[in-house]
Antibody, heavy 119, light 111 residues
Framework: EVQLVESGGGLVQPGGSLRLSCAAS????????MSWVRQAPGKGLEWVAN????????YYVDSVKGRFTISRDNAKNSLYLQMNSLRAEDTAVYYC????????????WGQGTMVTVSS | QSVLTQPPSVSAAPGQKVTISCSGS????????VSWYQQLPGTAPKLLIY???KRPSGIPDRFSGSKSGTSATLGITGLQTGDEADYYC????????????FGGGTKLTVL
């Protein structure tokens, strides 16, 4: 079964750091771009970051550039999101998603992990 | 404020048809494929339509998609109460500020 399972969410103070993980199974992880998409409470979806199959290309939404780092370990079938200098507006459910280029879409999603930034 | 504009809500009776619009620009919808996602209450999003009008396996043909110029439309026929969900459009964006953009989402209520 194709599956993505996120972990690492929790409560963190403003200015703090958190590292999210996503464990992939059921498909050849190293063959796909991977992404993080977030959803603030009661709000819509927001794409956060993408990483190429070999990690050579990374893209970020403007609001997290310089603070978040996406990475992957193909040997461990795992995706990561290192979040630094967290702000209240980063509070959201963070979804790990497989970004397929054929077809061009987020075709597999994890169940999400909640990140709350509050003092 | 989302780059792609969707109506906040739509509603229709069971068995009826509804359409959800998604408006963008030449830097996104106008030159790229559109996909649609369904998010049932309390769950993760699910791919519903890709490449403007194609359905992944397992998605019933009650769901359809189309694109014209800088706008896209999701259609749902034979509405069922189980279709109540939030629907999001999304596409690649060639501007410098984002790799991918989503619409603000549309809440479908089946009356």
């Amino acid at each position: 079964e194709v599956q993505l399972v996120e972990s690492g969410g929790g409560l963190v103070q403003p200015g703090g750091s958190l590292r999210l993980s996503c464990a992939a199974s059921g498909f050849t992880f190293s063959s796909y771009w991977m992404s993080w998409v977030r959803q603030a409470p009661g709000k819509g979806l927001e794409w956060v970051a993408n990483i190429k199959q070999d990690g050579s290309e990374k893209y970020y939404v403007d609001s997290v550039k310089g603070r978040f780092t996406i990475s992957r370990d193909n040997a461990k079938n795992s995706l990561y999101l290192q979040m630094n200098s967290l702000r209240a507006e980063d509070t959201a459910v963070y979804y790990c998603a497989r970004f397929s280029t054929l077809p061009l879409a987020f075709d597999i999603w994890g169940q999400g992990t909640m990140v709350t930034v509050s003092s | 404020q989302s780059v792609l504009t969707q109506p906040p809500s739509v509603s229709a009776a069971p068995g009826q048809k509804v359409t959800i619009s998604c408006s963008g620009s030449s830097s996104n919808i106008g030159n790229n494929y559109v996909s649609w996602y369904q998010q049932l209450p309390g769950t993760a999003p699910k791919l519903l339509i890709y490449e403007n009008n194609k359905r992944p396996s397992g998605i019933p043909d009650r769901f359809s998609g189309s694109k014209s110029g800088t706008s896209a439309t999701l259609g749902i026929t034979g509405l069922q109460t189980g279709d109540e969900a939030d629907y999001y459009c999304g596409t690649w964006d060639s501007s410098l500020s984002a790799f991918w953009v989503f619409g603000g989402g549309t809440k479908l209520t089946v009356l």
